[in-house]
């Protein structure tokens, strides 16, 4: 989706690298959001798409 923010939150751990892109149309919802996963494999600075299974976090609300 246009204006998805990819790359607005970022995590880097070790050799792993971890990418949200909070508005991009996924799972069949409406700007549910994504997270990407990449991996240096060989620790060259060469990071590669570990993954394209996308998560879908649902969040309640208590009393809601």
Not at 21 to 27: N, W
Not at 28 to 43: E, F, K, L
Request: charged share 20%; with cysteine.
């Amino acid at each position: 989706a246009a204006n998805a923010y990819f790359g607005a939150s970022i995590s880097l751990q070790d050799n792993v690298l971890v990418v949200g892109q909070f508005y991009e149309d996924c799972c069949g919802g409406q700007s549910s959001g994504s997270v990407y996963v990449y991996v240096d494999s060989d620790a060259d600075g060469d990071y590669a798409e570990e993954t394209e299974q996308k998560i879908e976090l649902t969040t309640e609300i208590p009393g809601d």
